[in-house]
Structure formats: C-alpha cells, structure tokens
C-alpha cells in the first residue's frame, strides 16, 4: 500500500533519488531543461524548505517515493508555482491526482488562491479539472493557472481525500487512511 506524506528538508536524499530516476524528457518538463545528475543535486541542496511545501508519495516506508509535488511561493499573494512529477511506472494510477489533491484540498493553505505552472503539462491540467478546480491554459509562462476557489465553492466537491491512499496499483482506494503531478 503506497502513502502520501508531507515532506521536510530530511527527506532530501529520497528526492533527489526521485528527481534523478527521471529520465532527460521528464527533467525538462519538469525543470524546463534537461539538467544533469549534478544540477538536479545541486538544485535540491538549494531548496528553501521553510518557505516551501513539499508532498511525496511513497511506494512503501523506506523504499523510495513515487511522486514528488512542490509548491513555492511566487512573490505574490495567495499565488504559489506548483511542480510535480511522478515515476514512469506509477504514471496513469492516481498518484499525481493524489499529490494534487492533498496539497489543494487540505487546508494546510488556505491563504493559496491560484497555483501556476510554469510549463504547464496537460496531465496536470486534466487532473485539476477532475478535482473541480478552474483551469486556464495560455501560450506564454507560465503556461497554466489553477483556481483553487473553484473547488472550494463547487457544490459537489467532496473532502474524502483525506480518507484515501493509492493500492499496489496505485488506484486511489477509499478509507484505507493517510494521504499526503507534471508541470
């Protein structure tokens, strides 16, 4: 059974093993460049944890994470920049939907309005819409918003998230207990 988590600056090394089991197209959606094993490393030596808020999917304890979901802050209110990458073999089992979903529906932020991609990955987008947040794509970076209030106000947005954990599939499962995509 895999489990969602908040992640903090000791989870560093599993991210870094995530973000360098990426493959160079998978960097370069995510990044925006192909970065090399010494630029992902150095990158996440850098990372502002404190002002950061991290998710991770993890397969099982202690084994690795699947999926790795940032948001950080842009300089302007209630906007924050969301990333987020999921492993080839967990792609297509609810996992990305899963981060989104913990990091948006939570209230861990309610001060977060709108989150903005910088690349803009259609998956992401699909998976904003099926979790009831408004969605706009433009040509320019970044390339896709994300309402946060759309679903909050949506008459059929559920909360049940939280009750969720992905499978040995990694299909989402209800009430199986703690819950904590690519831009």
């Known amino acids: 059974m895999g489990e969602l988590a908040l992640l903090g600056a000791g989870h560093r090394h599993a991210l870094q093993l995530h973000l360098l089991s990426l493959s160079p197209q998978d960097r370069c959606q995510r990044f925006g460049l192909a970065l090399s094993d010494d630029r992902v ?3 996440s030596r850098q990372r502002p944890w404190a002002t950061e808020q991290w998710w991770g999917a993890w ?20 906007v924050w920049e969301l990333a987020l990458t999921v492993t080839a073999p967990a792609r297509r089992q609810g996992v990305g939907t899963a981060l989104l979903a ?4 939570n209230g861990h932020t309610p001060q ?4 903005v991609c910088q690349h803009g990955h259609p998956t992401v987008a699909r998976m904003a819409q099926r979790l009831g947040h408004g969605v706009r794509a433009q ?14 106000r949506s008459p ?16 989402l499962t209800p009430g199986t207990g703690s819950v904590a995509a690519v831009c």
């Not at 040509?139 to 909050?152: K, T």
């Open 102 to 105: 913990a990091a948006t529906l």
């Open 156 to 171: 059929h947005r559920t909360d049940s998230w939280d009750a969720m954990a992905f499978g040995e599939s990694g299909s």
């Open 112 to 115: 977060m309005r709108t989150l």
């Open 41 to 43: 490393m150095a990158w």
């Open 139 to 152: 040509a320019s970076e970044p390339r896709l918003w994300i309402d946060l209030a759309a679903a909050r």
């Open 59 to 78: 397969s099982r304890p202690h084994a690795g994470l699947l999926g790795a979901l940032q948001l950080a802050p842009t300089g302007h209110p209630e």
